[in-house]
Nanobody, 125 residues
Framework: QVQLVESGGGLVQTGGSLRLSCVASGRTFSNYAMGWFRQAPGKEREFVAAISGPGGYTYYTSSVKGRFTISRDNAKNTVYLQMNSLKPEDTAVYYC??????????????????WGQGTQVTVSS
């Protein structure tokens, strides 16, 4: 059974930083691309960033490019999201998810198979 557990969320002021972690278990981690998504109150879940299984390719939504960095440590079965220069509009529950294969094929929720429980990120103004 695949399990994803996120951590690292919290309350931070505008301009601050947080690093989210997601530990996966249940299958060979490096065989699957990973993604981060977020959902703000009253809004749909949206794509934030993704990384291929081996880690050589990364993708970002335009609003976080240059501020967020996705990375992974396949030896630790962990994917990270380093978030810098945070803004109030980044406030959301952040979820990690595992894709169906090693490549990032789509940048929507439909390309992802298993999800974590989410971690809250709140950016105060």
């Amino acid at each position: 059974q695949v399990q994803l557990v996120e951590s690292g969320g919290g309350l931070v002021q505008t301009g601050g930083s947080l690093r989210l972690s997601c530990v996966a278990s249940g299958r060979t981690f490096s065989n699957y691309a990973m993604g981060w998504f977020r959902q703000a109150p009253g809004k749909e879940r949206e794509f934030v960033a993704a990384i291929s299984g081996p880690g050589g390719y990364t993708y970002y939504t335009s609003s976080v490019k240059g501020r967020f960095t996705i990375s992974r440590d396949n030896a630790k079965n962990t994917v990270y999201l380093q978030m810098n220069s945070l803004k109030p509009e980044d406030t959301a529950v952040y979820y990690c998810a595992t894709a169906t294969g090693p490549t990032v094929r789509v940048l929507t929720i439909h390309g992802y198979q298993y999800w974590g429980q989410g971690t809250q990120v709140t950016v105060s103004s």
